[in-house]
């Protein structure tokens, strides 16, 4: 039986950094439950890329792991849908990384932004490590081992996107090559059927002729949403739209997610190592707490002093958390100085703790049944393996070693 090619792939990975806050919720995971929907998702918690910077002690890892995995789920992840597993259960991707190493050239890792950046940050920590060099190489084979069209990440993951391509286009062509190429893929564009090999035709054409790169997406789409045809087909058909090679990894893209911005308390992003942040699952006590004594504009000192929303960080949650009529009601009130800053943060903690509420009670099934967690990572580690071996079959074959 020959393999078919599949729909148009999402995947995305998430480091077990322990329980999620706002910012993840609204950067990240808000976005990948509506793509689910969409895609062909894979989400997977990147525990091996977590040991890149803490190799010290990994003691904490599996209940790290375990929280993430909780407030994915109750974000709204559905395993019904997507395909939810831990890196580490997926083997195939050290393989591919180890593959991928042999020919990607140390200059290309030097140059991630985020290797010097990482390593002046975390001073504490000597990262001057095989692994960490290669953190974006691994990413590269998460990426790749699924064949994966679209990546949902954040700005400053996108150099790491960015060398996955320069890493599939290598590839291709170093492995990518057979004798009778030309041959081959005529016929497979035979195999297309008729309308569809007309159509495969002129928009090969177009791209070829006058660098349409629409028609080039749009033929790419036209040849993976057929489900006739061979995996082997598939990639010939896509690498002869741009050149005389097979394209055994597609390029991915990046899917930039518009997300809102979300403050953290003070006033800086919401993030982890700030300190600053409002957990998914905080207890409602808490976030009261946390919100009423969170930065304001920093020019209001009195109640009588007038404010300026613009230099708020409040004003932002009311973008994410409010309506119109209280938008207008709070801006007003802060430039006239007619409500204090308690007055104005109601509405935002009365929403605030309705969403936290609603986010513990999800978790809560899911924390009282460890064993309903651990079935749908091993149901999702079951799936995501199948798709990696395909790929990985095909590299090997490629690369003219032992293929299964
Ligand atoms: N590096 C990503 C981060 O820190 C996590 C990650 C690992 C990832 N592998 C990936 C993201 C593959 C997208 C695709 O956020
Ligand atoms: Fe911020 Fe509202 Fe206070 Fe104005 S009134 S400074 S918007 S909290």
Redesign the pocket.
Known sequence: MSATAPARRVLSGMRPTGRLHLGNYYGALKNWVSLQYEYECFFFVADWHMLTTGYEDTSKLPAQIHDVLIDWLAAGLNPGVATLFIQSHVPEHAELHLLLSMITPLGWLERVPSYKDQQEQLKEKDLATYGFLGYPLLQSADILIYRANFVPVGEDQVAHVEMTRECARRFNHLYGREPDFEEKAERAVKSLGGRNSTTYKQLRRKFQESGDTEALERARVLVTSNSRITVADRDRLLGFLEGGAVTILPEPHVLLTAAAKVPGLDGRKMSKSYGNTIGMREEPDQVVKKLRAMQ??PA?VRRTDP???E?????DL?KIYSDDATRAW??E??RTAG???L???QPVIDKVVEEVTGLRKRAQEFEENPELVRSIVAEGADKARDAARQTLDEVRRAMHLRAE
């Open positions: 304001t504009d209001r404010g300026d929303p230099k708020c960080p409040v004003w009311h709070a801006s009130g802060c409500i204090g800053c007055e104005c943060k």
